[in-house]
């Protein structure tokens, strides 16, 4: 059978018109011969997020991203289409999560699976969306409120400046010279004492030495002492002193009463009468002898018999 001309150029046609559609598509993302799956996400903002980035599970590639479109429903929402080439099995409760694709830039899909049980996610389904937070977001967020407070900073800053200004007059400036200068004298002055003072415990280090040598002596025999003070039973001593002191008490106490011989004496009227009587004698007698030494003393060389005296001091005769 003899194909004419016409139909050889139809079917030519035909089968670039064929070929024209298939790569059109594919090069949109959609292959007419494969049997993908088709998932739905929703977003509020996708910037970076181009059609046919890869959409991964665990970092392994199982699709590309079909299609981004708004939805009409007065939301400004976004509408991304999915297109999973990989027959992997997940639960329609999956996420699909929008991520950086790395430091440089770019969007791409992961998808979080889970198993909870629930029905398998079939072509057409919705996934949950969600959105992690990249290098760039979080640099933002970090950045937004430092930037408010170096504002913040900068404008008490330039208030701080014009401030100072104000007080650095003319006047305040030479003033400010002056106290400049004089702390530089008062620097060199130290500079001078300090020097002064090197050079008298240079002079004097031996007796610095000898000095710290009796201070550490003296601070030895405090510790000594210290020591033997700590060693010492003072409760014990404490106590026979309470003791003493009641034994003090009890004898006072019994002088008072009048016991024993220093109680007796003090209290006893009559042996006080009777040694205050013997006292005057006493007193008495002692002037005698002063006054007539005679009656008491005799002395003879030639055995003369001493001359008696009667109880007024008058001599008695003796009877021949």
Known sequence: MKISREVKTAILVISGIILFIYLFNYLKGDDLLDSSRTYYAEYKNVEGLA???PVTISGFSVGKVKDIKLKNDNSANLLVTLMIENDYEFSKNSKAELRDLGLIGGKG???IPVFDGAPIAKSGDTLNASVKE???ELI???LTPLQKKIEIVMNDADSLLTGVNDVLDTGTRKNLKQSIADLSLIVASFKKTSS???RFVENNETSLTNTISNFESSSENITKITDSLARTDIAGAIKDLESTVDKFDNLIAGIENGEGSVGKLLKDEGLYNNLEGASKQMEELLQDMKLNPKRYVH???FGKKPKRYDADGNVIEDED
């Open 109 to 111: 899909i992961e998808i």
């Open 51 to 53: 059609v046919s980035t």
């Open 140 to 142: 933002n967020q970090r």
């Open 134 to 136: 990249g290098l760039t």
């Open 196 to 198: 002064t003072f090197n």
């Open 299 to 301: 002395f003879s060389l």
